[in-house]
């Protein structure tokens, strides 16, 4: 079993940083991939950036170049540093993790005012 902890999130202006984390324990040595999805209102849930335990990271399109994924193993922490947030970044931001199995976490809200 895996369990993550989000936190990190907020309210921010057009422009502005956050920096989201996810803390995880348990049985995390069976975890090969870690990553952040997002669900805006009304939209499905939808991958943010992925990194694997070897350090490839994915993105999608529309946060490339603007959000990092990062993790400290010493911390058992993922990061997703957020920068030239826009109101559409609005959503509840979800730490994933997959092995054998994909955990959730519970998610955190982000909110980009215009």
């Known amino acids: 079993q895996v369990q993550l902890v989000e936190s990190g999130g907020g309210l921010v202006q057009a422009g502005g940083s956050l920096r989201l984390s996810c803390a995880f324990s348990?049985?995390?040595?069976?975890?090969?991939?870690m990553g952040w999805y997002r669900q805006a209102p009304g939209k499905q849930r939808e991958l943010v950036a992925t990194?694997?335990?070897?350090?490839?990271?994915n993105y999608a399109d529309s946060v490339k170049g603007r959000f990092t994924i990062s993790s400290d193993a010493a911390r058992n922490t993922v990061y997703l540093h957020m920068n030239s947030l826009k109101p559409e970044d609005t959503a509840v931001y979800y730490c994933m993790a997959s092995g054998p199995k994909t955990y959730w976490g519970q998610g955190t809200q982000v909110t980009v005012s215009s």
């Open positions: 348990g049985s995390s040595s069976s975890i090969n991939v």
């Open positions: 990194i694997l335990t070897r350090g490839s990271t």
